[in-house]
């Protein structure tokens, strides 16, 4: 989430599709400008449907799980 928030922005599907074989990464950061850049994030309440639903609705998710 770092990487994201400090303007390295991701690649879109069509701008960088998946093919399934085994290559050099491509990624161009010219290609993710306007696509999707981070601006920070922050966590959810744990066990929060509503804030969950809020966060869906205005951001993508990224789902952590700790399991020890």
Do not use: Q, R
């Not at 990487?3 to 960088?16: F, G, I, N, Q, R």
């Not at 509503?50 to 399991?67: D, G, H, R, T, Y």
């Amino acid at each position: 989430m770092n990487y994201v928030a400090s303007s390295h922005p991701l690649e879109t599907e069509s701008a960088y599709p998946y093919k399934g074989v085994d290559a050099t990464c491509a990624y161009s950061s010219s290609k993710g400008v306007g696509a999707l850049t981070g601006t920070g994030y922050k966590a959810i309440t744990t066990n929060s449907g509503s804030a969950l639903a809020s966060a869906v609705a205005s951001n993508p998710i990224s789902v952590l799980i700790e399991a020890d």
